[in-house]
């Protein structure tokens, strides 16, 4: 149980369009997801966490106009990433925690490369 | 926000030998997980300890929780390629909401 997905996996996209990447808790209501940044080698960055039905709680320095996230409902989160540019090139993490689960669980993650 | 140091950044060992990952902190942890990535992959948790002085198997692999709460390791017995990955440390903080992650190790085990 406690499983997350991520889509898409890869995504290339231009410099100055916008990505959506989806979280989805598929066997459990996420009452909270968070959102994570890697660079390659380095561990994770939390960007931003994210109540279900309410306006996500960004880190400091993490632009909210640049990176929208909506967590529409109990099983999914989205990140989107507006005109982008090659510095935002990087991993995509998104975790899930429910009412029931003690801990958060990971997605797979979503590499976005902005060329 | 509560920081978290790991040491060795980086590890390269030959199949078979031991290895210790150490994660430390100025602060108390409340709780402190461990978890393992693989490249182009999410973390995947191996296990939390809660209590001083605790200590937790997972096959080859050992965990221990400083007494003082401080301090954690995980060490393992004779590593093999699939060891290889970055072994990440966290804690969730007193709020029990957001985790904070330390800097990482990246372990290579050679076979």
């Known amino acids: 149980g406690a499983v997350v997905s991520q889509h898409p996996s890869r995504v290339i996209c231009k410099s100055g369009t916008s990505v959506k990447i989806e979280c989805r808790s598929l066997d459990f209501q996420a009452t909270t997801m968070f959102w994570y940044r890697q660079f390659p080698k380095k561990s994770l960055m939390l960007m931003a966490t994210s109540n279900e039905g309410s306006k996500a709680t960004y880190e400091q320095g993490v632009e909210k106009d640049k990176f929208l996230i909506n967590h529409a409902s109990l099983t999914l989160s989205t990140l989107t990433v507006t005109s982008a540019h090659p510095e935002d090139s990087s991993f995509y993490i998104c975790s899930a925690r429910g009412q029931v689960q003690s801990g958060q669980y990971f997605g797979p993650g979503t590499r976005l490369t902005v060329t | 926000t509560q920081l978290l140091e790991q040491s060795p950044q980086f590890l390269s060992i030959q199949e078979g030998e031991n290895l210790t990952v150490y994660c430390n902190s100025s602060?108390?942890?409340?709780?402190l997980q461990w978890y393992r990535q693989e490249p182009g992959e999410g973390p995947v948790l191996l296990v939390t300890v809660v209590t001083g002085g605790e200590v937790k198997k997972l096959k080859r692999l050992t965990f221990q929780f400083g007494d003082a709460r401080k301090d954690s390791s995980l060490h393992i017995t004779a590593a093999q390629p699939g060891d290889t990955g970055l072994y990440l440390c966290a804690t969730s903080g007193a709020a029990g909401n957001k985790l904070t992650f330390g800097g990482g190790t990246r372990v290579l085990v050679k076979p």
């Open positions: 602060s108390v942890f409340s709780s």
